[in-house]
């Protein structure tokens, strides 16, 4: 009886494969944001040192400042695929 009542809780045509389906891409997405996170701490410091010696360069700091974010952006998008 408990094992028919299981079955009727789960929603119709799912199996272990989707579960395992979403993990893979939350890990995939974490470990990513993890990456751009190291890079952007450092991308980050070396463009204030950049900022400090010469105020005129805030462009391109900071388009060097938001890169590592596509990066997660891009992964996101696997999870809605």
């Not at 389906?21 to 990456?35: K, P």
């Not at 391109?60 to 695929?81: D, Y």
């Amino acid at each position: 009886m408990v094992a028919q009542g299981a079955a009727a809780a789960d929603p119709a045509g799912a199996t272990d494969g989707d579960g395992y389906t979403a993990i893979g891409a939350g890990i995939a997405l974490g470990l990513a944001a993890i990456g751009a996170g190291l890079s952007q701490a450092a991308i980050g410091s070396a463009a204030v040192g950049m900022l400090a010696e010469d105020g005129s360069k805030f462009g391109p700091a900071l388009i060097f400042t938001a890169l590592p974010e596509s990066i997660v952006i891009l992964g996101a998008l696997p999870l809605f695929l």
